[in-house]
């Protein structure tokens, strides 16, 4: 008997270590952006994330996939937190207090086309990004076409089967030169910026990450650490704190 329970004593605590090792990672799923979130796991938000968690005692396991499919990863609770989301914009998941940056929301059309305000896309032919849920941000009548590459986005504006493409500035000028394209071909005009959230999974883990996300935040932006790494990353356009 007592050998017995010496065995599930041994098994028990090797378990608890085992799992408590496991909440030291943080598990983030998030689509590519370049400059931001590099499949090499270099970028300023992931730099960000490591001034966070690392300090904390945490490592980051990153997995880039498509954005649609990483906000699902979140709400079935399979990976710890996705980045990029705008306030609001899904449900089933933790929204923190603070946002890491902003996004340029963006619109793009063919050089000698017309766009005042965001009425000019009444009744229009918009594109962006499937999972990019811009409609709930832009209180207008579209014929609304979700695309699942940006390079798509430019080729249909070039072949006016689109008026406009919507989506941050720096996506859709690396999308041009991928196709070897003319920026000046296009015009653009700023629509807003949204702030982007890390939004983590509904589970007591999350609301682990979450608070300690927002403690070490405010850290971070009172000393001027954000602004900085916005400032290394030659994208202090997008800081808005």
């Known amino acids: 008997m007592k050998r017995f329970l010496f065995t599930f004593l041994f098994v028990f605590f090797c378990t608890t270590i085992a799992l408590c090792a496991e909440d030291k990672t943080v598990k983030i799923v998030t689509e590519e952006w370049e400059d931001f979130t590099n499949a090499d796991g270099t970028g300023i938000y992931f730099d960000i994330f490591r001034e966070v968690f ?3 005692g945490y490592t980051l396991d990153i997995s880039i996939m ?30 923190p207090k603070y946002h890491f940056s902003a996004d340029d929301v963006t619109v793009w059309y063919l050089k ?20 990019y849920d811009y409609e ?8 609304i076409q979700k695309l699942d590459t940006r390079e798509s986005g430019v080729n249909m504006l070039l072949k006016k089967r689109l008026d406009y493409f919507i989506d941050n500035i720096y996506d ?7 196709l070897g394209l003319d920026s000046k071909n ?23 990450l979450s608070k300690i996300w927002d403690r070490e935040m405010s850290k971070l932006v009172k000393s001027g650490k954000i ?9 202090l356009y997008n800081y808005n704190f």
Not at 200 to 207: C, E, L, P, Q, Y
């Open 54 to 56: 690392e300090k904390n």
């Open 66 to 95: 498509k954005y649609i499919q990483a906000k699902k990863r979140i709400q079935s609770g399979e990976s710890d937190v996705v980045l990029g989301v705008y306030e609001g914009e899904e449900t089933g998941m933790i929204f």
């Open 112 to 131: 000698g086309g017309s766009y005042k305000n965001e009425k000019s896309l009444e009744n229009k032919k918009v594109g962006w990004i499937r999972g």
């Open 136 to 143: 709930k941000y832009i209180n207008i009548n579209m014929n």
């Open 172 to 178: 859709v000028e690396l999308a041009i030169e991928n």
């Open 186 to 208: 296009f015009e653009t005009k700023l629509i807003k910026f949204l702030n982007l959230y890390p939004c983590f999974a509904n589970n007591d883990k999350g609301a682990t």
């Open 227 to 235: 602004k900085e790494l916005h400032k290394e990353y030659d994208v």
